[in-house]
C-alpha cells in the first residue's frame, strides 16, 4: 500500500463510520497487558445499551476470539 493510500484508507474509514453512526476504539498493547480483559468488560457494561462488535486485525488475536464471544458481542476476524 503506498503512502496515500495509508492516509486515504482510515480518512475514508471513519467518514464511512461516522456515515452510520458508529463510535469505533482501537486497542492495542503489549501480550498480556489487559486488552482483552478491557474489551470484555467493556462489552458487559455497554451491551444492554447499544450493539457491540469485535474485530480482531491480527494473527495473535484469533487466540482470545473466543474469549470475546463470551462476553456476548459479534466478533470478526
Known amino acids: 500500500m503506498c503512502s496515500r493510500q495509508m492516509i486515504k484508507l482510515p480518512k475514508k474509514n471513519r ?10 476504539v482501537n486497542v492495542m498493547g503489549a ?3 489487559g486488552k482483552t480483559t478491557l474489551i470484555e ?8 445499551k447499544y ?10 488475536a484469533e487466540m482470545d476470539a473466543p474469549d470475546s ?5 459479534r466478533q470478526s476476524l
Open 41 to 48: 468488560e467493556a462489552v458487559r457494561h455497554l451491551k444492554e
Open 15 to 24: 467518514k464511512t463510520l461516522d456515515k452510520h453512526r458508529v463510535f469505533s
Open 31 to 33: 501480550i498480556g497487558s
Open 51 to 60: 450493539r457491540t462488535a469485535v474485530i480482531a486485525g491480527d494473527v495473535i
Open 69 to 73: 464471544g463470551n462476553s456476548g458481542c
